[in-house]
């Protein structure tokens, strides 16, 4: 198993041991800012607690996509008030392979935030409950707070600028479809910037949601030493870059704004078909 990824069976037996990890719940869906909370308290992993993507992973939507960063001190109070340090490992996991929205929270942890030991379930809560582990319902107990100040590290992801005068290849994590723009459910233009390649985020997993082999993955992405990932508002463009960590291969940055913001100035091209 890759050092960003836990199994289901991995997981249970860490459980078992102390200091036991912080485990978080990431589930999501668009459209709804209630589902994730909702579908915590209808049953979690034992000793999870609810992490919002509306709430705790971005900022309100407006100028920036629907999907912007926190402020760093906003997050960093979130991850205190989670109990999250440096020495205690993180995993996080939602139901969509990590898609909704796991891989956000690993590169927020882990690669903004720089936090050493975030893994992300591989096959999420399915798998979970496929290898017997046991769903609690509730309200969140109280947890002792942290002291971290993490210290981010801003390199890791790119504003509009810089992804329209950057030569990085850019990938785009989004269906081929909204990709090529046949249908685009979500947002108010369709297409993509031009000169992206499209690499939907669902083709990281196999069959039953887990992610491909690493050797799999690497033949499958181009292998580019500089690379942009975007998607509709910075989510499953994560999965991408969570691919690229599990596969070995250099980690692209992320545009957080994404599709969302990009076509919120005129002045930025967009292209359409393949």
Not at 38 to 56: A, F, I, K, N, Q
Not at 142 to 154: K, L, Q, R
Not at 220 to 246: E, K, M, Q, R, W
Request: net charge negative; hydrophobic share 40%.
């Amino acid at each position: 198993m890759s050092d960003v990824l836990i199994g289901a069976e991995e997981l249970h037996h860490w459980l078992q041991e102390q200091p036991t990890p912080v485990v978080l719940d990431c589930r999501a869906r668009l459209g709804d800012p209630e589902a994730g909370i909702r579908l915590w308290r209808e049953g979690h992993v034992p000793t999870s607690r609810h992490l919002d993507l509306d709430r705790d992973l971005a900022s309100s939507p407006g100028v920036r996509g629907r999907h912007p960063l926190p402020e760093p001190g906003d997050f960093a109070a979130t991850l205190r008030r989670l109990g999250v340090e440096p020495g205690r490992p993180v995993v996080v996991y939602d139901d969509m392979g990590g898609q909704l929205a796991a891989a956000r929270a690993w590169w927020m942890l882990a690669q903004w935030a720089g936090h050493p030991d975030v893994r992300v379930l591989d096959g999420g809560l399915p798998a979970w409950r496929e290898a017997g582990g046991t769903l609690v319902e509730g309200e969140q107990a109280e947890t002792s707070a942290s002291d971290w100040a993490p210290v981010f590290d801003d390199d890791t992801w790119v504003e509009a600028d810089e992804v329209f005068s950057s030569r990085a290849l850019k990938l785009d994590a989004r269906s081929r479809e909204r990709f090529r723009g046949e249908n685009e459910p979500v947002d108010a233009l369709a297409g993509h910037i031009p000169g992206a390649r499209c690499r939907p985020s669902a083709d990281n997993l196999d069959e039953s949601g887990r992610f491909k082999s690493p050797e799999a993955l690497r033949e499958a992405f181009p292998g580019a030493s500089d690379v942009i990932s975007y998607c509709g508002s910075g989510v499953t463009a994560c999965h991408n870059i969570l691919a690229h960590a599990v596969a070995g291969l250099p980690l692209p940055k992320l545009y957080v704004g994404s599709w969302s913001e990009w076509i919120r100035d005129p002045a930025r091209p967009v292209a359409t078909g393949d």
